[in-house]
């Protein structure tokens, strides 16, 4: 792959494998200094499939880190958590009501990251989206 080939190790992972898998991590690092958290669910995907990856995922690998130290945890959150209006704008201060599932399930992540021993950082771009990304061009 193209990360492969710029010398990164690259591993399957997946959040709503069984917490005992999460240790497959290990292998990658026995201490992260900064972990950035970017896999979702996202728009399009059934209510189960948001729940199990977006909150029990996050859960999950918060629970796997809680056992390291001095660990920095970054958030890719989404805009969608926002109550989305004619702002064209967003600040931080901007209320948090979130109008699709998707929103909703990733407010419930940024809780449980706010809510964890860890520093945090929250990012919450517009869109992030690839090639075969066709689910979110039905609200652009």
């Given at each position: ?8 190790d690259v591993?399957?992972f997946?959040?709503?494998?069984p917490i ?8 990658y690092?026995?201490?992260?200094s ?6 979702a669910a996202i ?8 729940e ?6 996050t ?8 056992g390291?130290e001095?660990v920095?945890f970054v ?5 969608a958590?926002?109550?989305l209006?004619d702002?064209g ?7 948090q ?12 992540q ?11 950082l ?8 690839g090639?075969n990304?066709?689910?979110v061009?039905?609200?652009?």
């Open positions: 792959s193209e990360l492969q080939s710029q010398s990164m591993m399957e997946d959040l709503t494998w005992d898998k999460f240790h497959a991590l290990d292998e690092f026995d201490s992260p900064v972990v950035i958290h970017c896999a728009t399009g995907a059934s209510d189960q499939v948001l199990e990856v977006n909150i029990k995922g859960e999950k690998l918060i629970t796997y880190l809680s390291k001095s920095k958030l890719i959150s989404t805009i958590t926002y109550k209006d702002v704008s967003y600040l931080e201060s901007h209320p009501e979130p109008k699709s599932t998707y929103g909703k399930s990733k407010l419930q940024e809780q449980l990251v706010k809510n964890s021993s860890f520093p945090w929250i990012i919450r771009p517009p869109f992030i989206g090639p990304d066709i689910n061009f039905q609200f652009y």
